[in-house]
C-alpha cells in the first residue's frame, strides 16, 4: 500500500517522499457524498454492541483510542521531556481590567539540543475576582516571536466572571513535514525520522495542551476542575484530541474542524482524507495514516468515534452555513452518531435528529451544535457556547444559573 502512495520507505516521512497525487476534485453532491456508511461508536470490534457502561469503559473505549493512536495521529511516546514553567510577566491589561500572565513552558531538549520546543500560555484573569477561576484556553497558532494579542471572545469570557487563555502551538511543534525533526517530536526523535505510528502534528499539539493543564493545576488563581479548551479549524481537530486524550478538560468548543476533526473521513464531502494525506497536511497524522488515501473504507475508526471519547463531558460543535469544506452536515451526523454513547453514559446527546436550523442553538442535552449563517469562523458561535458552558460552570463562584 506504501507504495501506491510513492512512499518507498516509510520511516522516512518527509515532503520528498509524501504522495504528489493529482487532486480529487471536491465534491459537494449529497446523492455522491456517503459511499461508506457511517461508524457505530457502540460496535466493538467482535461485532457485540455496547450495552453496559463497564463495557464501554473496559473494551470499547480502549479500542477506539488504540485505533486512534496506531492509525489515525499516532501514538504519543510514554517517555516525553520535562516541561519547566516560568511566569514571566504579571500586568494589567488595558481597557479589559484583566490581571494577565506571561508564562513559558520551557521543554527539555538536552536529549537533542538541534532541536527545541516551548509552550507559550497568556492567562488573563478577571478583575476583581476572589478565589480561583473556570478558564477557558483557546489554541491559537502563535507562532514564536509574534505579538500577544488578547483574544476576540476575551470580554464575553470575563463578563462570565471567568478566565481566559491562549496557548501557542508552532512553538511546540512546526506545522511543516520538513519540521518533524524539529519541535517536541524532533527531541523524542533525536533528530530522526519517525516510525509509522508515531505522532504527528496534531498529537504533539494536544500533548502541549496537557502540559498547560499540569501549569495551571499549579496556579491559585485558577479553578483546575473547570477548564475548557477552545479551538477552530485544525486547532478545532486539536481541541477534540486534547479532551479525548486528556480527561481534565471538563468541556470543549471545536469550531469549523473539519476532516480530521468533527467531519466524517469516510464522507466524500469537501475536504476529505487524500487532501490530508497530501503535501501540506500529512505531518499532522500517523505515518500509517497516509494508507488510507483512496481507501477510507478501510479506516477502523471514524469522527463519530473521537466525539465519543469525549463522552460524558459536554462538548459543543460550531460551524457555518458556507464553510462547505469543513462540511457542517458531516459533522452533525457525527454529533447524531456519537449521541448513544452519552446516553449510554448517563448524560443528554444533543437532543435533535434531523439537520438542525441554522443559527439556532441546541444546546439543552450534553452535546451542543450550532451551525451559524455564514463561512469559517467561531466567533459567530461563541456566545452560544459560553450560554452552554454556563449550564456546568455557572458563575467564579459555582453557582449554576
Known amino acids: 500500500m506504501l507504495a501506491l502512495l510513492n512512499i518507498p ?16 476534485p471536491a465534491n459537494y453532491d449529497e446523492s455522491k457524498a456517503n459511499p461508506f456508511p457511517l461508524t457505530n461508536p457502540l460496535q466493538l470490534k467482535d461485532g457485540r454492541i455496547v450495552r453496559r457502561q463497564a463495557t464501554w469503559w473496559d473494551k470499547r473505549r480502549p479500542e477506539i483510542l488504540n485505533d486512534f493512536t496506531t492509525d489515525i495521529y499516532g501514538k504519543i511516546p510514554a517517555d516525553t521531556p520535562k516541561v519547566t514553567w516560568t511566569v514571566s510577566s504579571v500586568e494589567p491589561s488595558g481597557s479589559s481590567g484583566a490581571m494577565v500572565k506571561h508564562i513559558v513552558g520551557q521543554v527539555d531538549n538536552s ?6 520546543s516551548s509552550i507559550d500560555l497568556t492567562l488573563y484573569l478577571p478583575p476583581g475576582a476572589t478565589g480561583p477561576v473556570p478558564v477557558i484556553v483557546q489554541i491559537i497558532s502563535g ?43 524532533g527531541i523524542v526523535n533525536r533528530g530522526q525520522p519517525r516510525q509509522p505510528d508515531q505522532w504527528g502534528v496534531l498529537a504533539a499539539w494536544s500533548w502541549g495542551l496537557s502540559r ?23 486547532w478545532g481537530k486539536t481541541a477534540l484530541l486534547c479532551a479525548a486524550f486528556d480527561p481534565r478538560w471538563s468541556i470543549v468548543y471545536a469550531s469549523c474542524s473539519g476532516e480530521g476533526g468533527a467531519k466524517p473521513s469516510r464522507r466524500f464531502w469537501g475536504e476529505t482524507v487524500d487532501d490530508v494525506c497530501g ?108 450560554t452552554f458552558a454556563a449550564k456546568y460552570w455557572g458563575n467564579a463562584a459555582g453557582k449554576t444559573n
Open 143 to 185: 507562532p514564536a516571536g509574534a505579538p500577544v494579542r488578547p483574544p476576540g471572545p476575551l470580554a464575553l469570557i470575563l463578563a462570565k466572571g471567568w478566565g481566559c487563555a491562549t496557548a501557542s502551538t508552532y512553538t511546540v511543534q512546526p506545522d511543516t513535514g520538513a519540521g518533524l525533526t524539529d519541535g517536541v517530536i
Open 279 to 386: 503535501i501540506g497536511e500529512y505531518d499532522w497524522m500517523a505515518g500509517n495514516f497516509l494508507k488510507y488515501a483512496k481507501h477510507w473504507g478501510d479506516l477502523p475508526v471514524d469522527s463519530p468515534e473521537l466525539l465519543s471519547l469525549i463522552a460524558p463531558r459536554p462538548l459543543f460543535i460550531g460551524c457555518g452555513t458556507t464553510d462547505q469544506w469543513a462540511d457542517p452536515h458531516g459533522q452533525f451526523l457525527a454529533v447524531a452518531a456519537a449521541g448513544p454513547v452519552w446516553r449510554l453514559l448517563g448524560a443528554k446527546d444533543a437532543g435533535v435528529e434531523t439537520q438542525p436550523e441554522p443559527d439556532k442553538a441546541y444546546i439543552s442535552g450534553d452535546i451542543g451544535f450550532r451551525m451559524h449563517i455564514g463561512g469559517h469562523t467561531d466567533a459567530l458561535d461563541f456566545p452560544t457556547f459560553l
Open 111 to 116: 536529549a537533542w539540543p538541534a532541536a527545541k
Open 9 to 24: 520507505d516509510p520511516l522516512h516521512l518527509d515532503p520528498a517522499n509524501v504522495m504528489q497525487k493529482p487532486k480529487t
Open 212 to 234: 498547560v493543564v499540569d501549569y495551571l493545576e499549579t496556579d491559585k488563581d485558577v479553578d483546575a476542575k473547570r477548564l475548557g479548551v477552545e479551538g477552530h479549524s485544525r
